[in-house]
T-cell receptor, first 110, second 112 residues
Framework: GIQVEQSPPDLILQEGANSTLRCNFS?????LQWFHQNPWGQLINLFYIPSGTKQNGRLSATTVATERYSLLYISSSQTTDSGVYFCAVERRNRDDKIIFGKGTRLHILP | ETGVTQTPRHLVMGMTNKKSLKCEQHLGHNAMYWYKQSAKKPLELMFV???????ENNSVPSRFSPECPNSSHLFLHLHTLQPEDSALYLC???????????FGSGTRLTVV
């Protein structure tokens, strides 16, 4: 099956810093989503981004489908950005489920 | 609120108890999912329902019993659970053919 690898696994930053999270996937996909799981467990959809670049406030994401990776950028980090960031993909031979990476745990220090 | 509502938010149950988790969505989605998230493990897909029909059961033990009475509601019935079943249980929904998944807030289950 398809492999989804996220890096780094853990990241500790000072408030105000910028960060880049990476997601590599081993096969062609027709959907990619980035989620943020807050400390209370809720998974919030950040971006649906099978290709191209999108921006939403301090967050932006870029997916290069031909090279099988996606990047999530967080600028001017805030303590509320802390949590786990998951990348999830759907495979080209769609079978109605998504595959999650193991996540990047981000901790923003005040 | 994401549009997918899960209840209860927290549940503590003994190994001999029977309880149910509930998930509800009014987004017009036709597919619903149960995921399990244990400490320091990736999200594990448990069950998939498409138009009320179960299309996937990922080798889940029979002590977990899903029910999908309609496209808007999904239940997970629990009985004789083990302490290792303690985890965060997440429900999600999607509209087949239009990508993107929406998750509920989860139920944090503790089995004692």
């Amino acid at each position: 099956g398809i492999q989804v690898e996220q890096s780094p696994p853990d990241l500790i930053l000072q408030e105000g810093a910028n960060s880049t999270l990476r997601c590599n996937f081993s096969d062609s996909v027709n959907n990619l989503q980035w989620f943020h799981q807050n400390p209370w467990g809720q998974l919030i959809n950040l971006f649906y981004i099978p290709s191209g670049t999108k921006q939403n406030g301090r967050l932006s994401a870029t997916t290069v489908a031909t090279e099988r990776y996606s990047l999530l950028y967080i600028s001017s980090s805030q303590t509320t950005d802390s949590g786990v960031y998951f990348c999830a993909v759907e495979r080209r031979n769609r079978d109605d489920k998504i595959i999650f990476g193991k996540g990047t745990r981000l901790h923003i220090l005040p | 609120e994401t549009g997918v509502t899960q209840t209860p938010r927290h549940l503590v149950m003994g190994m001999t108890n029977k309880k149910s988790l509930k998930c509800e969505q009014h987004l017009g989605h036709n597919a619903m999912y149960w995921y399990k998230q244990s400490a320091k493990k990736p999200l594990e897909l448990m069950f998939v329902y498409n138009f009320k029909e179960q299309t996937e059961n990922n080798s889940v033990p029979s002590r977990f019993s899903p029910e999908c009475p309609n496209s808007s509601h999904l239940f997970l019935h629990l009985h004789t659970l083990q302490p290792e079943d303690s985890a965060l249980y997440l429900c999600a929904s999607s509209l087949t053919g239009i990508y993107g998944y929406t998750f509920g807030s989860g139920t944090r289950l503790t089995v004692v």
